[in-house]
C-alpha cells in the first residue's frame, strides 16, 4: 500500500513564550500531530526553515520579537505555511491586523482544546485541497494582485455559489475557472466549458440545451447538450457577454428552475450544476447600456473576481517571460537560451493589452527564432514598434507608436507600412473594446464593418500570435 505525504500525522510548530502551553498543546494534540515548540520568535523562525510544518500555532505576544513581526517575517521569506494566531482575549483588532498579514485564522486565550483542534483541521484539509491544484501550476504569478484573487478562489472555491470572472482576454480566467472547479466539492464531476462568444445564434439551443432526433432536419440522432454533459459537476459559461438578449432570457431560466427542455422534446429535464461565467468586459456596465439582462448578472455574479491585467501585476512580467523561454527552451532543445537585458526591457515596457497569452505567443516565436540569446530583432514588431497605450480622461485613449529600423538593411515601405497598419489595427481594436465594454457585434457595428471581416481581423491577430 502506497504511503502519501498526508498519511502521516501533521507537523505543527508552536511558537509561543509559555511552556505551559507547550506542554498544553502537547497533551492536547499528540499523538494525532508531530509538536514542535519554540520559546522566542527567532528560535521559531529557524525551527519553520529546518522542518517546514503543515501549520504554524503562533503567540502575538512575545519579548523581543512579536508574533506580528515573525510573521511579516514568514510572509517576506515566501513560506506559505499557514499560521494559526494565539491571541490575548479581547485583543480582536490584532488579530485582524494579523490576518491582513497573511495569517489563515486566529484564537483567544485561554483557547478552547476541541475548537483549536477544529480549526487546525479544516486549516490542513483547505491547505491539502488547495496545494494540490493542477491549475496552481500553469497559473504562474508571485504578485500581490494575482495573490489576492487565489484568496478569493481559494475562500470560495470550496462553495456551491456562483462565480462570475471579469478580466481582459488573455489574463486566464478560464485556468481560474478550472481552479475553483478542483477546489470544489464537484471536483469529481465534470467541468464542463461553453464559449458563448463563438457559438453562432442558430445553434446556440441545440448546442447548450441539445436536441432530440428529428427535432429538425439533419437531426439523425439524439444529442446531449453541454448543460446534460455538466449534471452534477460545474458548467463554465465562457464570455457570457456574447449571449443575444433573447438567449440570456432562456439561460435564466435554466439557472432559475435547474430545468431545461432539449428540441423536439415534450418531458422536462432536471440538472444539478454549479455556474462559473466569465466576461472580458464589464457586465454592470453592459448591464446598464441594456446589453446585459439585470437578473441574469444578479444571478451569476454572487461572487465577483476581478482577474488583473498583466500591466498591473507588479513584478509577474519577467517571471512569466522567463518561465516561458525555460520552457520553450526544453521543447527546441535549445538548453543554453538567454533573452538579452534589451529584449527584457522591452517586454517589461510594452502593455500587453492580450496579457499572459498574448506574452506566451510573443516570447514562444522570439524562443524559435533564436540561437543562445533572445535579441530585441527575435521579438514581435509591435513590441519592437513600441505600441503603447494611455488613459487621457474624458473618455479618451492615446497611442504612441515608437519604430526601431535597422538602417543598415534595405527597408520596403509598403512592407514597413503594412505592418504597422495591422500592428495598430490590432491593438485598436482591443483597446476599443475593452474601454468600452461592447461584444463584438456593438463593435462591429461602431468601427463601420461587418461581424464577419471583425471576426478575420481578430483571427489574423490570433495567427500571427501563433
Not at 243 to 249: I, T
Not at 255 to 265: K, S, V
Not at 276 to 303: H, P, T, W
Not at 416 to 440: G, P, Y
Request: proline share 5%; glycine share 6%.
Amino acid at each position: 500500500m502506497t504511503t502519501h505525504k498526508y498519511d502521516r500525522p501533521k507537523t505543527i510548530l508552536v511558537i509561543d513564550d509559555e511552556p505551559g502551553i507547550h506542554r498544553a498543546l502537547e497533551l492536547l494534540l499528540m499523538p494525532d500531530f508531530s509538536i514542535h515548540t519554540a520559546l522566542s520568535g527567532m528560535e521559531g523562525l529557524h525551527l519553520a526553515s529546518v522542518i517546514s510544518p503543515d501549520l504554524i500555532l503562533l503567540d502575538l505576544v512575545m519579548p523581543q520579537m512579536s508574533g506580528m513581526e515573525v510573521l511579516k517575517r514568514l510572509t517576506r521569506a515566501g513560506d506559505a505555511i499557514p499560521v494559526i494566531i494565539f491571541t490575548a482575549y479581547g485583543s480582536v483588532d490584532s488579530a485582524v491586523q494579523a490576518i491582513k498579514l497573511g495569517a489563515v485564522d486566529y484564537i483567544e486565550k485561554p483557547f478552547d482544546g476541541p475548537k483549536l483542534k477544529q480549526i487546525m483541521m479544516e486549516c490542513l484539509e483547505r491547505r491539502k485541497s488547495f496545494q494540490s491544484l493542477s491549475s496552481r501550476q500553469d497559473i504562474i504569478g508571485e504578485s500581490p494582485q494575482i495573490m489576492k484573487v487565489w484568496q478569493v478562489v481559494e475562500k470560495y472555491g470550496p462553495t456551491d455559489l456562483p462565480i462570475l470572472l471579469q478580466g481582459e482576454t488573455g489574463t486566464g480566467k478560464e485556468l481560474f475557472a478550472k481552479a475553483i472547479h478542483e477546489i470544489s466539492k464537484r471536483q469529481q464531476e465534470p467541468l464542463v466549458p461553453f464559449d458563448c462568444s463563438i457559438i453562432p445564434e442558430a445553434l446556440f439551443e441545440s448546442e447548450i440545451f441539445g436536441y432530440k432526433k428529428g427535432a429538425f432536419t439533419g437531426a439523425d440522432a439524439h444529442k446531449p447538450g453541454h448543460i446534460y454533459l455538466a449534471d452534477k459537476g460545474t458548467f463554465f459559461l465562457d464570455e457570457i457577454s456574447n449571449l443575444p438578449l433573447q438567449y440570456q432570457a432562456k439561460l435564466l431560466r435554466v439557472i432559475q428552475e435547474r430545468q431545461y427542455i432539449p428540441l423536439g422534446a415534450t418531458t422536462v429535464e432536471t440538472i444539478d450544476v454549479r455556474f462559473i461565467s466569465s466576461s472580458n468586459i464589464n457586465l454592470e456596465e453592459a448591464m446598464q447600456r441594456g446589453a446585459f439582462r439585470s437578473d441574469l448578472y444578479y444571478r451569476i455574479s454572487g461572487v465577483c473576481i476581478e482577474i488583473p491585467p498583466l500591466r498591473e501585476r507588479e513584478g509577474d512580467i519577467e517571471l512569466l517571460a522567463r518561465y516561458f523561454i525555460a520552457k520553450e527552451a526544453i521543447q527546441l532543445d535549445k538548453p543554453n537560451l538567454e533573452i538579452s537585458d534589451v529584449s527584457m526591457v522591452m517586454l517589461l515596457s510594452y502593455p500587453w493589452p492580450g496579457n499572459v497569452r498574448q506574452l506566451k505567443y510573443a516570447v514562444g516565436a522570439a524562443a524559435a527564432s533564436a540561437d543562445r540569446v533572445v535579441l530585441p530583432e527575435h521579438l514581435p514588431s509591435n513590441i519592437q514598434q513600441g505600441i503603447s497605450v494611455f488613459l487621457e480622461g474624458n473618455g479618451k485613449v492615446r497611442f504612441d507608436l515608437s519604430i526601431n529600423c535597422d538602417l543598415t538593411k534595405p527597408i520596403d515601405l509598403k512592407e514597413l507600412e503594412k505592418k504597422m497598419t495591422a500592428d495598430f489595427e490590432d491593438h485598436f481594436i482591443s483597446e476599443v473594446r475593452k474601454r468600452l465594454s461592447i461584444n463584438q457585434v456593438e463593435l462591429a457595428e461602431m468601427l463601420g464593418i461587418d461581424s464577419k471581416t471583425l471576426r478575420e481581423k481578430i483571427g489574423r491577430k490570433t495567427r500571427i500570435q501563433k
